[in-house]
């Protein structure tokens, strides 16, 4: 039996960062910093939200006669609790037989042309940690999407509108962004899982290496693009992000539309149809915030049974990084044109134009010739004191 290390992981990232939040939020309120103040809670306390209710859901606590657990779920400390009680299972494995086991049947990878399927045993307690291992892998992914990836921009646009980092908001920073690069690493393994569902697939420490290099620079890379387009184009910054969530929100839909299949039923028996409706536009919330961000690994279809493309889209991540690609040149493009103070380049190419139209307006005028200097001689000057007088005179 493994030790639940990854439940560990992320209950350690949720406390951390819950914690620097709470503390930099405090700080904004001392400083003044309303605004700042209540996006931090709002990016904080919404992805709380979620993760107790997916618990929950995934536990099925609502059918069980569990009060102090819900009350630990409604006090936002139900990953804690969920913890414990994963170390407290682990902790007691192998002490007391179990009556009861479940055999599994798990295909090799195939070595030499060669497939050999092995049976394991799984008893209750290993399968209570399967599925904490499951809950906790599905709340990493919606706490960095949903939350660690808005408050670190957040943070570093105020960072770049301050021209400073504290101490609090750097330590935010860090653990956000270590947050979603772990919930996009859980998204490749997860896609690797269910591809290769029927075979026992174990991941090395070389290829978790590879994969948290390449998540980290490109949702590094993605964060700081909308920072930098942010902090000079404010008011066009929010049609740019909302056209991307709202295109990957309706896609699954679309696709599901067009397909005419029947509306899923097998998520929950217990859930009616405006539960399953419900659930299934949390999911394609979950999956639009991934995608603005960063290549969600999993393709989400909602007229599948499991919900999921199991099949390779290998033409699909070429399209999407190459428009990723596009999109990130032009907003840096963009960036880089309007950085030098859009307004005072405004005004002194009206002034340039102005004080075009003045010398043309008055042909006859003519300069005084220097002493020993023929006219064409020196060079015309016009410097900025010059724009802005002939601006303001015309005006």
């Known amino acids: 039996m493994r030790l639940p290390s990854s439940v560990l992981v992320s209950v350690s990232l949720f406390t951390a960062e819950t914690t620097a939040a709470l503390y930099l939020s405090s700080t904004y309120r001392s400083a003044g910093d309303q605004i700042w103040q209540c996006f931090t809670l709002l990016f904080t306390l919404v992805p709380s939200v979620l993760?107790?209710?997916?618990?929950?859901?995934?536990?099925?606590?609502?059918?069980?006669?569990?009060?102090?657990?819900?009350?630990?779920?409604l006090l936002q400390l139900g990953p804690i609790i969920r913890c414990l009680d994963a170390f407290c299972i682990y902790g007691s494995a192998g002490k007391v037989e179990e009556p009861y086991v479940t055999i599994t049947r798990k295909k090799q990878i195939p070595q030499e042309g060669q497939i050999e399927e092995v049976e394991q045993e799984v008893g209750q307690a290993e399968g209570k940690l399967v599925t904490h291992r499951a809950a906790f892998a599905r709340t990493s992914v919606i706490q960095a999407f949903l939350g660690s990836a808005p408050q670190l921009t957040l943070q570093l646009y105020i960072c770049v509108l301050q021209k400073g980092v504290s101490i609090g908001r750097g330590?935010?920073?860090?653990?956000?962004?270590?947050?979603?690069?772990?919930?996009?690493?859980?998204?490749?393994?997860?896609?690797?899982?269910?591809?290769?569902?029927?075979?026992?697939?174990?991941?090395?420490?070389?290829?978790?290496?590879?994969?948290?290099?390449?998540?980290?620079?490109?949702?590094?890379?993605?964060v700081t693009v909308l920072v930098l387009f942010s902090s000079v184009l404010k008011v066009w910054v929010l049609p740019v992000v909302s056209a991307n969530f709202v295109l990957f929100f309706l896609r699954p839909w679309v696709l599901f539309?067009?397909?005419?299949?029947?509306?899923?039923?097998?998520?929950?028996?217990?859930?009616t149809r405006v539960g399953t409706t419900i659930v299934l536009c949390l999911l394609t919330f979950l999956y639009?915030?991934?995608?603005?961000?960063?290549?969600?690994?999993?393709?989400?279809?909602?007229?599948?049974?499991?919900?999921?493309?199991k099949g390779q889209a290998w033409r699909r991540v070429a399209v999407y990084y190459s428009l990723r690609f596009v999109e990130n040149t032009g907003l840096t493009l963009m960036w880089q044109l309007f950085s030098s103070s859009p307004a005072q380049g405004f005004w002194e190419c009206c002034g340039s134009l102005c004080l075009i139209r003045g010398t043309l307006s008055h042909p006859d005028s003519t300069r005084t010739k220097p002493p020993g200097k023929d006219i064409g001689d020196d060079q015309p000057c016009v410097t900025k004191g010059d724009i802005g007088q002939t601006l303001c005179s015309v005006v």
């Open 51 to 73: 993760v107790q209710l997916t618990l929950i859901f995934i536990h099925r606590d609502l059918s069980r006669d569990r009060p102090l657990v819900l009350l630990l779920h």
């Open 257 to 271: 539309w067009s397909s005419r299949s029947p509306f899923p039923e097998n998520i929950e028996k217990t859930l």
């Open 288 to 309: 639009a915030g991934i995608n603005v961000f960063c290549w969600s690994a999993v393709q989400l279809r909602l007229d599948d049974p499991d919900l999921i493309d």
């Open 171 to 222: 330590t935010l920073m860090v653990i956000s962004l270590l947050s979603i690069v772990y919930g996009a690493l859980r998204c490749n393994i997860l896609a690797i899982k269910i591809r290769y569902d029927d075979y026992e697939v174990s991941v090395r420490p070389l290829a978790y290496l590879c994969v948290f290099l390449w998540r980290g620079f490109e949702i590094a890379t993605r």
